[in-house]
């Protein structure tokens, strides 16, 4: 199975910051990695998908990059609403897919 | 709008039964594929199982690999998630997901607000 790691596990920012988020895959997944965002009680929810596109409805101040092995999402100027926990996703070896352990992101 | 409306999870022993349910509205639900995620507090999310239009292709994830069927009726718009055997470890929320294509592409667009399933004793 792919493994997928992120980093920070936990951070902690202020309204306004920018922020971001390291996903690692254990091998290559091209472009196949998307980013969701689940916050207290709730579901999860899709933001980026194939590394940088933007889900419909998404904030712009929400940015994905990178390729293979290494991949970013970057948060510009946080608003209170985006303090949750962040979740990668590789979809390379679909059906396989395997989801990162998670960034929480706190208010400092 | 779409929703997705999870039914089903509760209490079991182990060993025992139960039968996830999810209802979709607000979208073509015959479209699509369909997915169970679930999320415990030390594994986070794990895929568990999942099922193209028509349930002509279906996958499960190892960990419950002949102990849980995955079937959908599209006359009803609803998917299940049929669970034999539990053990402990199967504890979390079940998520119902719907994905982008009628196959499984493996991107989870849209999610139910999940099923909280408990195996104890």
């Known amino acids: 199975d792919i493994q997928m790691t992120q980093s920070p596990f936990s951070l902690s920012a202020s309204v306004g910051d920018r922020v971001t988020i390291t996903c690692r895959a254990s091998?290559?997944?091209?472009?196949?990695l998307n980013w969701y965002q689940q916050k207290p009680g709730k579901a999860p929810k899709l933001l980026i998908y194939s590394a940088s596109s933007l889900q419909i409805g998404v904030p712009s101040r929400f940015s994905g990059s990178g390729s293979g092995t290494d991949f970013t999402l970057t948060i510009d100027s946080l608003q209170p609403e985006d303090f949750a926990t962040y979740y990668c996703q590789q979809t390379y070896s679909t059906p396989l897919n395997t989801f990162g352990q998670g960034t929480n992101l706190e208010i400092k | 709008e779409v929703q997705l409306v999870e039914s089903g999870g509760g209490l079991v022993q182990p060993g025992r039964s139960l039968r996830l349910s999810c209802a979709g509205s607000?979208?073509?639900?015959?479209?699509?594929?369909m997915h169970w995620v679930r999320q415990t507090p030390g594994k986070g999310l794990q895929w568990v199982s999942s099922i193209n239009w028509n349930g002509g292709e279906i996958a499960y994830a190892d960990s419950v690999k002949g102990r849980f069927t995955i079937s959908r009726d599209n006359a009803k718009n609803s998917l299940y998630l049929q669970m034999n055997s539990l053990r402990a470890e199967d504890t979390a929320f079940y998520y119902c997901?719907?994905?982008?294509?009628?196959?499984?592409?493996?991107?989870?667009?849209?999610w139910g607000q999940g099923t909280l399933v408990t195996v104890s004793s």
């Open positions: 091998q290559s997944v091209s472009r196949y």
């Open positions: 607000g979208f073509t639900f015959e479209d699509y594929a």
């Open positions: 997901t719907k994905d982008v294509r009628t196959y499984n592409y493996g991107r989870f667009e849209y």
